[in-house]
T-cell receptor
Framework: SQQGEEDPQALSIQEGENATMNCSYKTSINNLQWYRQNSGRGLVHLILIRSNEREKHSGRLRVTLDTSKKSSSLLITASRAADTASYFCAIGSNDYKLSFGAGTTVTVRA | SQTIHQWPATLVQPVGSPLSLECTVEGTSNPNLYWYRQAAGRGLQLLFYSVGIGQISSEVPQNLSASRPQDRQFILSSKKLLLSDSGFYLC??????????????FGPGTRLTVL
């Protein structure tokens, strides 16, 4: 199964700024999901976008999907200190599994 | 509502000792269950997944094994730990409601250090 690759590996922003991270993959997908992991904790599901969707919103999160470029982006608007975490994209194919990338570590400075 | 439990939260074990990590899910039936390992600062490596009692699929050859003795119980084991088994172990479940999307819900994890 394929993995998503996130970019950048790390991101440092000021509180109130927007944070954007990207995920690229190589073959066809059923869906693409984004998860957040606070240090030393389990992952929390943030948002899912299906292969036939182009954009989804959830609160301050906006996810786009471009299947022609095999890429997705996650935008966090008006960042807060509590958004400091690692963010992972996960590729959902036509089986029971998700394939996770290595993640983007986001630090929001007060 | 559904809840997933993992224990212990942290574990320090000597090389060559056995291992048993347990994961249980509440509030759902027939979940798919998953064990992942996460090395420091890295992504998640899928180790095992299970779609039913006694049904275990292994993703990578390794020193570990998994069992599912009950519908909502998933156990990760080793007979003899290696230094390379150190890491953060995460259990997750996905349910029939997410069958088409495979959204996964994670436990709090177990930090294993092998010395």
């Amino acid at each position: 199964s394929q993995q998503g690759e996130e970019d950048p590996q790390a991101l440092s922003i000021q509180e109130g700024e927007n944070a954007t991270m990207n995920c690229s993959y190589k073959t066809s997908i059923n869906n693409l999901q984004w998860y957040r992991q606070n240090s030393g904790r389990g992952l929390v599901h943030l948002i899912l976008i299906r292969s036939n969707e182009r954009e989804k919103h959830s609160g301050r999160l906006r996810v786009t999907l471009d299947t022609s470029k095999k890429s997705s982006s996650l935008l966090i608007t008006a960042s807060r200190a509590a958004d400091t975490a690692s963010y992972f994209c996960a590729i959902g194919s036509n089986d029971y599994k998700l394939s996770f990338g290595a993640g983007t570590t986001v630090t929001v400075r007060a | 509502s559904q809840t997933i439990h993992q224990w212990p939260a942290t574990l320090v074990q000597p090389v060559g000792s056995p291992l048993s990590l347990e994961c249980t899910v509440e509030g759902t039936s027939n979940p798919n269950l998953y064990w992942y390992r996460q090395a420091a600062g890295r992504g998640l490596q899928l180790l095992f997944y299970s779609v039913g009692i006694g049904q275990i699929s292994s993703e990578v050859p390794q020193n570990l094994s998994a069992s599912r003795p009950q519908d909502r119980q998933f156990i990760l084991s080793s007979k003899k730990l290696l230094l390379s088994d150190s890491g953060f172990y995460l259990c997750a479940w996905s349910g029939l409601a997410g069958a088409q999307t495979r959204t996964q819900y994670f436990g709090p994890g177990t930090r294993l250090t092998v010395l």
